[in-house]
T-cell receptor, first 113, second 117 residues
Framework: GEDVEQSLFLSVREGDSSVINCTYT??????LYWYKQEPGAGLQLLTY?????DMKQDQRLTVLLNKKDKHLSLRIADTQTGDSAIYFC?????????????FGGGTRLMVKP | GAVVSQHPSRVICKSGTSVKIECRSL??????MFWYRQFPKQSLMLMAT?????????EQGVEKDKFLINHASLTLSTLTVTSAHPEDSSFYIC?????????????FGPGTRLTVL
């Protein structure tokens, strides 16, 4: 079965790096995603990684994937107060754009000035 | 990127009434739309998947007669909460995908907050 887990809460100081972790159980995941949700809003795709990649960097964001351990992480460099939000990791299986996503429970990131 | 809108953004209704929520893909054709429900401080729970022109596929535990989904065109899906009760109060989010992304992206709407009194 599919199961995606995340820690509930992370607090960092402005300017520090944040690392949000996620574990998943389905080894047939094709794509893994990180979404950001600000209060009262929908989800914004931050980045994604294909399952045959180990790392992906996009400006302040670095995604690391350890497929052997089924572990995904999102590192935010130079974290800003505007990064305070809930971050969801998600996985999809297969190559069909209509495939469902399985979400983790979300990690609430709080950035202190 | 692709834009998905939802209407209304917020609705308050009396118990026993029905509420319709619209989800539109504004600049692309959405062959598949998804409806999620999110309780406070919790993750998104997939309610159903709908493909244009066919019946929605509901997740286990979701009452299809309670949550009516219609995907009549490639740019519009509607979710109707029938005979709403206070326990139906939640944040409902839709997402849409076309057949053309190479990374299976779903584009999410801004959500609709439903409060049933």
């Amino acid at each position: 079965g599919e199961d995606v887990e995340q820690s509930l809460f992370l607090s960092v100081r402005e300017g520090d790096s944040s690392v949000i972790n996620c574990t998943y159980t389905d080894s047939s995941s094709t794509y893994l995603y990180w979404y950001k949700q600000e209060p009262g809003a929908g989800l914004q795709l931050l980045t994604y990684i294909f399952s045959n990649m180990d790392m992906k960097q996009d400006q302040r964001l670095t995604v690391l994937l350890n497929k052997k351990d089924k572990h995904l992480s999102l590192r935010i460099a130079d974290t800003q107060t505007g990064d305070s939000a809930i971050y969801f990791c998600a996985e999809s299986i297969g190559n069909n754009a209509g495939n469902m996503l399985t979400f983790g429970g979300g990690t609430r990131l709080m950035v202190k000035p | 990127g692709a834009v998905v809108s939802q209407h209304p953004s917020r609705v308050i209704c009396k118990s026993g009434t029905s509420v319709k929520i619209e989800c539109r893909s504004l600049d692309f054709q959405a062959t598949t739309m998804f409806w999620y429900r999110q309780f406070p401080k919790q993750s998104l729970m997939l309610m159903a998947t709908s493909n244009e022109g066919s019946k929605a596929t509901y997740e286990q535990g979701v009452e299809k007669d309670k949550f009516l989904i219609n995907h009549a065109s490639l740019t519009l899906s509607t979710l109707t909460v029938t005979s709403a009760h206070p326990e139906d109060s939640s944040f409902y989010i839709c997402s849409a995908s076309s057949g053309y992304q190479i990374y299976n992206e779903q584009f999410f709407g801004p959500g609709t907050r439903l409060t049933v009194l």
